[in-house]
């Protein structure tokens, strides 16, 4: 057996190393995890298991015959006990030094590496995403903890000596938690958007009441269980499943701030909501996007077909960063056409424990209508040059497996050309001007990311000048607008991506998660 710490990391970029001994890892790994399946997942309150509430069962997406494990829709009394424990728990936690704080999350982030493959198998398992994205999010989540410590130290627990007014007047100006935090997780990466919110609310000294996806308290119950072990306090961080908890969360008394990612229209209601209250509190969210990319007359055709591919259909386009419409000269359109067909169709769509696969199920049947209903319309407003339709047969009659769809031909303005699908669909436009190409996907209500394929340094800077989305990258054969990773870059939502323009990772974001408080204090003079 090979050892996991000599095997390289798997990234989302580094998509060309040999990770062969990754594999032979997983395929051990992966029966032994799903014969484990099944078990009872309490929720956490106070450091205790929790079965307050309704239990539910969750299929395997992958295959409907495996259950993950029967899990708590936790009441309202329980999501109020949560909310007391980390009421109860936060001023000692803030009381610790920062460094205190931060030598226990840098535990959390060895135990987590110690326990990638766990976590990575669980996270294919509840997710139905291929190996490596699995794996590569776990590993982001592990730079993303080092990530918020190093930044929380480079900042010197963010107190800052000002001028004095008057020779005897001190200033320090200090952020401070806020109090408690709803963190409300998406199921997309249970794992690093989960941690993307905890781990910065804590380390500034909040505490958490933490709901994830109604499907994940698989990955959920292993994070929390890793902050505890790494010595987080109990009630510091409480775990609330369920469908009904997130409601229950944002209305919670008692809740300071909200810490939210999944889509538009949840994002908006818990701003919305928030601003009926009696004062306004911070709600931090990252709401999806319809990710634009540009394939210009000047770029290198393989590497955009291959980017253009993997990042609309990488995790079956279950990402806020997907590409769901590609611009494309008219000079190159054909050309470019023939590279994306050629790439997709070689694509394995599968079981997402098979070494072989990039293609997984979706994730509900709520997203199969989604995707058929936009099937339809882009055979009748368009044209489907390839996919539309739902696998049959085999493990494909046990899950919701979807052919990866392309689109050409839509009237500017169609919904498939705004609305976020989050499904491996892409529409393909028709462009003579590239700067009236990126105007047009400028004009929908998101801004989170952006792609463009472009050797000539004008069209280059063309982009870089006018794209409105807080992500942008260029020429990446990994993924034309997906795959951010702490350190390397920034992930701030524009627009109806987010709400305050401050990406995750950047030296913005820490922040965020606490508010200012200027200290006066007149010394007698000597
Ligand atoms: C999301 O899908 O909600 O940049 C975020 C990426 C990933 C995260 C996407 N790091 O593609």
Not at 42 to 67: C, H, L
Not at 254 to 278: E, L
Not at 395 to 416: N, Q, S, W
């Amino acid at each position: 057996m090979p050892l996991a710490e000599a095997l390289p990391r798997v990234t989302y970029s580094n998509v060309r190393e040999n990770f062969a001994g990754v594999h032979k890892l997983l395929d051990g790994y992966i029966p032994e995890f799903v014969a484990g399946l099944g078990k009872t997942i309490p929720n956490v309150i106070d450091g205790r298991e929790d079965r307050d509430g309704t239990s539910y069962t969750v299929p395997a997406p992958f295959d409907d015959k495996v259950q993950l494990g029967t899990f708590f829709d936790a009441s309202a009394g329980a999501v109020a006990r949560a909310v007391a424990a980390a009421r109860k728990a936060q001023p000692g936690w803030y009381g610790l030094h920062w460094s205190v704080r931060l030598s226990i999350l840098r535990r959390a982030a060895t135990i987590l590496e110690a326990r990638k493959f766990e976590l990575g198998v669980a996270n294919l398992l509840e997710v139905g995403k291929s190996r490596l994205e699995a794996m590569g999010e776990v590993e982001e989540a592990v730079d993303m903890i080092r990530h918020f410590c190093a930044d929380f130290e480079k900042n010197q627990g963010f107190e800052t000596t000002l001028s004095r007014a008057t020779p005897n007047e001190r200033t320090v100006t200090v952020l401070k938690p806020y109090g408690v935090f709803g963190v409300i997780a998406p199921f997309n990466f249970p794992v690093a958007l989960s941690f993307k919110m905890i781990i910065p609310s804590i380390v500034s000294g909040n505490a958490v009441v933490y709901k994830p996806s109604p499907g994940a308290g698989l990955t959920a119950s292993l994070l929390v269980k890793i902050l505890a072990d790494a010595g987080v306090p109990a009630g510091v961080v409480n775990m609330v499943c369920g469908e009904k908890a997130g409601p229950l969360v944002a209305a919670a008394k008692g809740i300071d701030a909200i810490a939210f990612t999944g889509s538009h229209d949840v994002g908006m209601s818990i701003f919305r909501q928030f601003a009926q209250g009696p004062y306004m509190r911070p709600v931090i969210v990252e709401m999806g996007g319809k990710n634009p990319v540009y394939v210009t007359k000047s770029a290198d055709l393989d590497v955009a077909a291959e980017g253009v591919a993997r990042s609309a259909f990488g995790l079956q386009g279950q990402k806020c960063s997907a590409a769901e419409v590609a611009y494309i000269d008219r000079k190159v359109y054909d050309a470019f056409v023939e590279k994306l067909l050629a790439f997709t169709k070689k694509l394995v769509i599968g079981d997402p424990r098979e070494s072989g696969t990039f293609i997984g199920p979706i994730i509900s049947k709520d997203a199969l209508d989604t995707y058929l209903k936009a099937a339809a319309a882009a055979a009748k407003d368009g044209k489907v040059l390839h996919g539309g339709k739902r696998l049959s047969g085999g493990i494909f009659d046990r899950g919701l497996y979807v052919e990866p769809t392309i689109v050409a031909g839509l009237p500017a303005g169609h919904h498939l050309l705004t609305d976020e699908l989050f499904l491996p669909f892409i529409a393909l436009m028709l462009y003579d001007n590239l700067g009236a190409a990126i105007d047009a996907g400028n004009s929908v209500k998101y801004g989170l990311t952006a792609g463009a394929y472009a050797e000539d340094k004008a069209e280059l800077q063309m982009f870089l000048d006018r794209a409105e989305a807080g992500v942008l990258y260029a020429n990446r054969a990994s993924g034309a607008t997906t795959g951010a990773w702490p350190t390397y870059q920034t992930f701030a939502g524009w627009k109806g991506s987010g709400v305050s323009g401050k990406g995750g990772f950047g030296p913005y974001d820490l922040p965020q998660f606490m508010r200012e408080q200027s200290h006066t204090i007149m010394e007698k003079s000597r």
